[in-house]
């Protein structure tokens, strides 16, 4: 959720804890804060808000210069979004700062016990127990790595925690358990941050922290132990993207310059995955074929447009597989005692590797003895570590709070998934996964010429801003892309939106139909799914009679839907089963351009924040 920097080196910190602020702001964007380590002492400055406000701040009231410094921009979990609840948190004295992500659910207890000792607490979040805490421990210790270890052992829930003392002017600590925390490592100089965004700007070399491990930063070098005190496993790896792939490029929003990259970045996904005899050479999937030979089931668990990527490729795995594919909402799963064993694969999805209910789902199948292979896009990431095999999708940064080229990715991820599932069961013959991963090679080009039609898309998004409501409609493949663009436009337009399965709409949903409702049909082939593609043109005509606006999504010549289609958007022809990576991409658009045309922030939505590392 919330964005967390720490420097030490020989900058400015609080220029290089700002600066990375602004990277991070997408994970959180209620409140604001830094605190810098300078003339013996500790300054602080937060304000709620966007980051705008406490830059305001800091002009009207500098702080003092120093190398060392801390940074936070919040999504509010305990507490609203106030001046108070923003981080840095301090203790009493004001001589330790501490900012969080997560959260500690034990706070209130530790918060009643050290009111019983006399300490004063200002705010209502749970962070501002651990300055107190802190602070009591390195009375004794007088060491901050060693005080954290003490408190984090005293700690429940789920947290990321960077801490500075004035009584140590050259030291960052940071803390991580289930929750996201890297180490950026310079020439003299090193960093922390939840997200390598951060600090890429000044390294590309990264070290990957571990569940329950304390991290001390000083300029000479990083130290990393458990909670326990014993040393760490240190892993380093290098960031293969730079700062400019960060940057908005000269787009108005980010989520513009992400939609603009699918095409590369589909490609970028395809890439070094497939031999020069036309095979699937998945390396990241490290599980034995003999064991895939034997999985009887598959369980995909994700959230959000990541789950509705697991409902595409649901029918994709079913249909080159022949094994039967469950899709879960994360954050349900474990608490319905699912059914897994040593013979189940479980495909965990997530953008950022850190969704908190996914990890949670990846955990409880490991304990009941399943594989679990991960699709992600954020390397040294915690899915991606905890799980038995990985699929990086290579996208890139998406800095958007709505996901766009993530879900492009993963969806190729998933097929590429589902192929090699069939290549290793001899349930595809080699030629036909050859055939799907030409048609799949061709998809980035046509995702462009689906981009370079997109402005009748705007013009009519842009018409209907003043409405309250828009419906989505599917079939087969068709259905979860409505889902999906129903829940752009519930993020972005803070409009009622809802995807239906175009055929349960006589089971109820056709009751909400009325005069001007605008409803968006993603058609199926007439070639691929011609019972299918009749049954949508009759539901077509249903809504129509009862005076909806069709929106339809249709391949390049499917003229049966010409007659019935108040705005006609054409998609290129592709297989059945590829078909949501190009009907998608308008609605990314449409959702887009109707929250711009409603005065929306569309990086930034309310309420929402990147990536959701609490349960």
Same mark, same amino acid.
Request: glycine share 8%.
């Given at each position: 959720?919330?964005?967390?920097?720490?420097?030490?080196?020989?900058?400015?910190?609080?220029?290089?804890?700002?600066?990375?602020?602004?990277?991070?702001?997408?994970?959180?964007?209620?409140?604001?804060?830094?605190?810098?380590?300078?003339?013996?002492?500790?300054?602080?400055?937060?304000?709620?808000?966007?980051?705008?406000?406490?830059?305001?701040?800091?002009?009207?009231?500098?702080?003092?210069?120093?190398?060392?410094?801390?940074?936070?921009?919040?999504?509010?979990?305990?507490?609203?979004?106030?001046?108070?609840?923003?981080?840095?948190?301090?203790?009493?004295?004001?001589?330790?700062?501490?900012?969080?992500?997560?959260?500690?659910?034990?706070?209130?207890?530790?918060?009643?016990?050290?009111?019983?000792?006399?300490?004063?607490?200002?705010?209502?979040?749970?962070?501002?127990?651990?300055?107190?805490?802190?602070?009591?421990?390195?009375?004794?210790?007088?060491?901050?790595?060693?005080?954290?270890?003490?408190?984090?052992?005293?700690?429940?829930?789920?947290?990321?925690?960077?801490?500075?003392?004035?009584?140590?002017?050259?030291?960052?600590?940071?803390?991580?358990?289930?929750?996201?925390?890297?180490?950026?490592?310079?020439?003299?100089?090193?960093?922390?941050?939840?997200?390598?965004?951060?600090?890429?700007?000044?390294?590309?070399?990264?070290?990957?922290?571990?569940?329950?491990?304390?991290?001390?930063?000083?300029?000479?070098?990083?130290?990393?132990?458990?909670?326990?005190?014993?040393?760490?496993?240190?892993?380093?790896?290098?960031?293969?993207?730079?700062?400019?792939?960060?940057?908005?490029?000269?787009?108005?929003?980010?989520?513009?310059?992400?939609?603009?990259?699918?095409?590369?970045?589909?490609?970028?996904?395809?890439?070094?995955?497939?031999?020069?005899?036309?095979?699937?050479?998945?390396?990241?999937?490290?599980?034995?074929?003999?064991?895939?030979?034997?999985?009887?089931?598959?369980?995909?668990?994700?959230?959000?447009?990541?789950?509705?990527? +697991?409902?595409?490729?649901?029918?994709? *795995?079913?249909?080159?597989? &022949? %094994?039967?594919? @469950? #899709? !879960?909402?994360?954050? =349900?799963?474990?608490?319905?005692?699912?059914?897994?064993?040593?013979?189940?694969?479980?495909?965990?999805?997530?953008?950022?590797?850190?969704?908190?209910?996914?990890?949670?789902?990846?955990?409880?199948?490991?304990?009941?003895?399943?594989?679990?292979?991960?699709?992600?896009?954020?390397?040294?990431?915690?899915?991606?570590?905890?799980?038995?095999?990985?699929?990086?999708?290579?996208?890139?940064?998406?800095?958007?709070?709505?996901?766009?080229?993530?879900?492009?990715?993963?969806?190729?991820?998933?097929?590429?998934?589902?192929?090699?599932?069939?290549?290793?069961?001899?349930?595809?013959? +080699?030629?036909?996964?050859?055939?799907? *991963?030409?048609?799949?090679? &061709? %998809?980035?080009? @046509? #995702? !462009?010429?689906?981009? =370079?039609?997109?402005?009748?898309?705007?013009?009519?998004?842009?018409?209907?801003?003043?409405?309250?409501?828009?419906?989505?409609?599917?079939?087969?493949?068709?259905?979860?892309?409505?889902?999906?663009?129903?829940?752009?436009?519930?993020?972005?337009?803070?409009?009622?939106?809802?995807?239906?399965?175009?055929?349960?709409?006589?089971?109820?949903?056709?009751?909400?139909?009325?005069?001007?409702?605008?409803?968006?049909?993603?058609?199926?082939?007439?070639?691929?799914?011609?019972?299918?593609?009749?049954?949508?043109?009759?539901?077509?005509?249903?809504?129509?009679?009862?005076?909806?606006?069709?929106?339809?999504?249709?391949?390049?010549?499917?003229?049966?839907?010409?007659?019935?289609?108040?705005?006609?958007?054409?998609?290129?022809?592709?297989?059945?089963?590829?078909?949501?990576?190009?009907?998608?991409?308008?609605?990314?658009?449409?959702?887009?351009?109707?929250?711009?045309?409603?005065?929306?922030?569309?990086?930034?939505?309310?309420?929402?924040?990147?990536?959701?590392?609490?349960?």
């Amino acid at each position: 959720m919330c964005g967390i920097v720490g420097y030490v080196g020989s900058q400015s910190a609080l220029e290089v804890v700002t600066a990375g602020l602004k990277r991070l702001e997408y994970r959180g964007y209620d409140s604001a804060g830094v605190a810098v380590l300078a003339d013996g002492g500790l300054a602080a400055a937060k304000k709620a808000g966007k980051l705008v406000n406490l830059e305001k701040e800091l002009v009207e009231r500098p702080l003092p210069t120093g190398s060392t410094g801390i940074g936070h921009t919040r999504w509010a979990t305990h507490g609203g979004p106030t001046d108070a609840n923003a981080h840095p948190h301090l203790d009493n004295a004001g001589r330790v700062a501490v900012v969080h992500n997560g959260i500690i659910e034990n706070f209130a207890v530790l918060r009643a016990e050290l009111a019983e000792r006399g300490h004063e607490l200002l705010s209502e979040t749970d962070t501002e127990v651990v300055a107190h805490l802190l602070a009591e421990e390195f009375s004794v210790t007088a060491d901050l790595a060693e005080a954290m270890r003490l408190v984090c052992r005293r700690l429940e829930g789920a947290f990321t925690l960077v801490a500075v003392h004035a009584d140590e002017p050259d030291v960052v600590v940071g803390a991580r358990r289930n929750s996201p925390l890297v180490v950026g490592v310079g020439e003299g100089e090193a960093f922390l941050a939840s997200d390598v965004a951060a600090f890429i700007a000044h390294t590309r070399s990264a070290i990957e922290l571990g569940q329950d491990q304390v991290v001390e930063l000083r300029r000479g070098g990083v130290t990393v132990t458990g909670f326990d005190g014993r040393p760490g496993d240190v892993r380093s790896y290098h960031v293969d993207w730079d700062a400019s792939a960060a940057e908005k490029g000269g787009y108005d929003y980010f989520m513009l310059k992400e939609i603009a990259e699918q095409p590369k970045a589909v490609a970028d996904t395809l890439l070094g995955r497939i031999d020069v005899s036309g095979s699937l050479t998945l390396d990241e999937v490290r599980i034995p074929a003999s064991e895939l030979r034997e999985i009887d089931k598959v369980v995909i668990v994700a959230c959000g447009t990541a789950f509705h990527a +697991g409902l595409i490729a649901k029918y994709a *795995i079913e249909h080159w597989t &022949r %094994i039967p594919c @469950e #899709v !879960e909402l994360a954050s =349900e799963f474990r608490y319905r005692d699912p059914i897994l064993d040593s013979r189940s694969l479980v495909i965990a999805i997530s953008q950022s590797g850190e969704t908190m209910d996914t990890l949670m789902a990846l955990r409880h199948a490991r304990e009941q003895g399943s594989r679990v292979l991960a699709i992600c896009n954020t390397n040294g990431s915690t899915i991606p570590r905890e799980s038995d095999a990985v699929l990086y999708t290579h996208a890139g940064p998406e800095v958007a709070v709505a996901s766009t080229k993530a879900f492009l990715t993963q969806l190729v991820a998933c097929y590429l998934v589902a192929l090699y599932l069939g290549q290793v069961r001899g349930t595809k013959w +080699g030629d036909e996964i050859c055939a799907v *991963i030409r048609d799949l090679s &061709r %998809i980035s080009v @046509e #995702v !462009e010429r689906v981009l =370079e039609t997109m402005e009748p898309v705007r013009e009519l998004a842009r018409s209907l801003a003043e409405k309250d409501t828009v419906l989505f409609l599917g079939r087969h493949v068709g259905y979860p892309v409505a889902l999906e663009g129903a829940l752009k436009l519930k993020e972005l337009a803070y409009m009622h939106a809802e995807g239906f399965a175009a055929g349960e709409l006589k089971h109820g949903p056709i009751a909400l139909i009325e005069d001007d409702l605008p409803v968006v049909v993603v058609a199926p082939s007439p070639r691929g799914r011609s019972v299918l593609h009749d049954k949508i043109v009759s539901n077509i005509q249903e809504i129509r009679a009862r005076g909806a606006r069709t929106i339809v999504i249709a391949e390049e010549g499917d003229e049966a839907v010409v007659p019935y289609a108040d705005h006609l958007i054409r998609i290129p022809a592709t297989p059945t089963l590829l078909q949501p990576l190009v009907a998608t991409v308008p609605l990314q658009v449409f959702a887009c351009e109707l929250a711009t045309a409603r005065g929306n922030e569309v990086d930034q939505p309310r309420n929402l924040a990147k990536s959701v590392t609490v349960e």
